[in-house]
């Protein structure tokens, strides 16, 4: 599970980030009393989606790397640095994003980001060089960096914590299908249209998605409750209260060192196979041009 859904997960004493007051803050015994409205099913149904097309737009450039290398003629430290760009961006703007949605309307914040990785995805379809792509790429890991943390502040606002797992676990099985159903897709249509249209093909419909999620998804309310004192350090005593327990730290190590794991076959996989086994994207890709 992505170490974000933690805080999801687990009461909060006071949500705002850096030791500062925060404007919301949610206690364990408010979120029993937060009520399920009708439109909670909404809710979960659209911040799936969301949270779908997420790492359906993630994982379909890896599906198009060896192509786009082949294509621009880059070698393989620069094809490299299109895939690490976007996970640096991805994994350091993650924490302030949060930092934003505890003071900002989530929804709007959500909408803005779909269409902001929708856009800077269908924009490296019409990169002409490495650093377009690279900038295109690094834009895409900002836009998505803001999934998790908004949805999951909705998430725990909307269900108590009773049900709160399930809706989890509903939210992130997303990750899996929409991962599964990238690279599939993206295969079929490099394959018959280039990398260039698939990209811009895959991108160009979470514009869509963004105005249904402006639209449709209702904000939640937050239950507040007493701001902490300035300089006070109430936020940080959750977190070093975790770091000081060693299955914690164990926990973190084996994510990170699995992830590490997982997104190197994910993002190498696709081009490795192409050039040692002469897949048909890579004999497509040529005859195209």
């Given at each position: ?6 805080r999801?997960m ?5 949500p705002?980030p ?5 404007r ?7 979120s029993?009393t937060?009520?399920l409205a009708?439109?909670?099913q ?11 097309l997420?790492?359906f ?14 294509d ?7 094809a ?11 994994a ?7 930092w934003?949605?505890?003071?900002y309307r989530?929804v ?10 929708s856009l800077?995805t ?6 002409r060089?490495?650093t377009?792509l ?15 943390p ?9 269900f ?14 997303a990750?899996f ?6 690279l ?8 018959h249209?280039?990398w260039?249209?698939a ?12 105005f ?7 904000e ?7 701001s902490?004192?300035?300089g ?18 164990l ?5 990170s ?9 994910l ?21 195209s041009?």
């Amino acid at each position: 599970m992505d170490p974000l859904a933690l805080r999801a997960m687990m009461p909060t004493h006071d949500p705002s980030p850096f030791g500062r007051p925060a404007r919301f803050a949610m206690r364990a015994e408010d979120s029993a009393t937060v009520s399920l409205a009708p439109r909670w099913q909404r809710i979960l149904v659209l911040l799936t989606a969301v949270n779908f097309l997420n790492y359906f737009d993630r994982s379909v450039f890896s599906v198009v790397l060896e192509p786009i290398r082949r294509d621009l003629r880059l070698d393989d430290a620069t094809a490299g640095l299109l895939v690490g760009a976007f996970a640096i961006l991805y994994a350091g703007v993650g924490i302030p994003l949060g930092w934003l949605a505890d003071l900002y309307r989530r929804v709007t914040l959500l909408s803005i980001a779909i269409a902001f990785w929708s856009l800077m995805t269908a924009l490296c379809g019409i990169a002409r060089n490495a650093t377009e792509l690279v900038l295109a790429r690094v834009g895409a890991g900002v836009g998505e960096a803001a999934c998790f943390p908004i949805s999951l502040s909705i998430v725990g606002n909307v269900f108590p914590a009773e049900r709160r797992a399930a809706a989890l676990a509903v939210f992130t099985s997303a990750s899996f299908v929409g991962t599964v159903a990238g690279l599939i897709t993206m295969g079929y249509l490099a394959e018959h249209f280039g990398w260039r249209l698939a990209l811009l093909m895959v991108g160009l419909p979470g514009l869509l998605l963004a105005f249904v999620v402006w639209r449709f998804l209702p904000e939640p309310d937050r239950p507040t409750t007493a701001s902490a004192p300035l300089g006070t350090a109430a936020s940080g005593l959750t977190l070093r209260e975790l770091l000081s327990y060693r299955a914690f730290g164990l926990w973190l190590l084996s994510l990170s060192f699995g992830s590490l794991a997982m997104n190197s076959t994910l993002l190498w996989g696709p081009a490795y196979s192409m050039r040692a086994f002469g897949l048909s994207l890579s004999e497509t890709e040529k005859r195209s041009h």
